[in-house]
């Protein structure tokens, strides 16, 4: 199957600081990619829609000025947590859908994860 | 609003035993169900789906029926391995302007022994 790779994995960082995300599709193009968060033990919260070359549709509560999402390119989707706290420490993954065979019907497929830890 | 529930985990088995993990859902209209499981260190990969009430999904020995009756799409498999060891997780899809967005379940361990 199709493969999204996210980068990086693992990330620790300090109060304060800002931490990017990217998602890549590594060998099909994909027009719409989403953000999700995982928290410990529960399910996996969408946090926004990314369409390549306009702006993200966030969901409701999700922060829009503190989850940037760049949708630069049919392969690259990118997620800052800006001035990330203890509290942006959780597990986002990535998925993205096969703009072939086109319109919405295409599968989705998850990026691995990375886990951000923030002191 | 759409909503998943799975049963609660974790779940431990011996390995060649019967596996079932429930999930009932709410949402409007007519949605498609998924089954994605999550191997340790990967990300989640679909195995299974059903797009319509009545249909039966299957991959790698798992299958689960979409009942609309009782909004339900219970995961079984006859005879589990070690490998099979994962979180699995029951989502759905919806139609209209939300299409393409998965509402999941909340996850469910499932650890098998030799």
């Known amino acids: 199957g199709a493969v999204v790779s996210q980068h990086p994995s693992r990330v620790i960082c300090k109060s304060g600081t800002s931490v990017k995300i990217e998602c890549r599709s590594l060998?099909?193009?994909?027009?719409?990619m989403f953000w999700y968060r995982q928290f410990p033990k529960q399910s996996l919260m969408l946090m926004a829609t990314?369409?390549?070359?306009?702006?993200?549709?966030?969901e409701q509560g999700v922060e829009k000025d503190k989850f940037l999402i760049n949708h630069a390119s049919l392969t690259l989707s990118t997620l800052t947590v800006t001035s990330a706290h203890p509290e942006d420490s959780s597990f986002y993954i990535c998925?993205?859908?096969?703009?072939?065979?086109?319109?919405?019907?295409?599968?989705?497929?998850f990026g691995e994860g990375s886990r951000l830890t923030v002191l | 609003g759409n909503s998943v529930t799975q049963m609660e985990g974790p779940v431990t088995l011996s390995e060649e035993a019967f596996l079932t993990i429930n999930c009932t859902y709410t949402a409007t209209g007519y949605p498609s169900l998924f089954w994605y499981v999550q191997y340790p260190g990967e990300g989640l990969q679909l195995l299974l789906k059903?797009?319509?009430?009545?249909d039966k999904g299957s991959n790698k020995g798992f299958e689960a029926t979409y009942r609309k009756e009782t909004t339900s799409f219970h995961l079984e498999k006859g005879s589990v391995q070690v490998s099979d060891s994962a979180v699995y997780f029951c989502?759905?899809?919806?139609?209209?302007?939300?299409?393409?967005?998965?509402?999941f379940g909340q996850g469910t361990i499932l650890t098998v022994h030799p």
């Open positions: 989502a759905l899809k919806s139609g209209g302007t939300s299409y393409g967005k998965l509402t």
């Open positions: 060998d099909f193009q994909a027009t719409t």
């Open positions: 990314s369409n390549e070359g306009s702006k993200a549709t966030y």
């Open positions: 998925s993205a859908r096969d703009a072939n065979p086109g319109g919405a019907t295409g599968e989705l497929f």
């Open positions: 059903a797009t319509k009430a009545d």
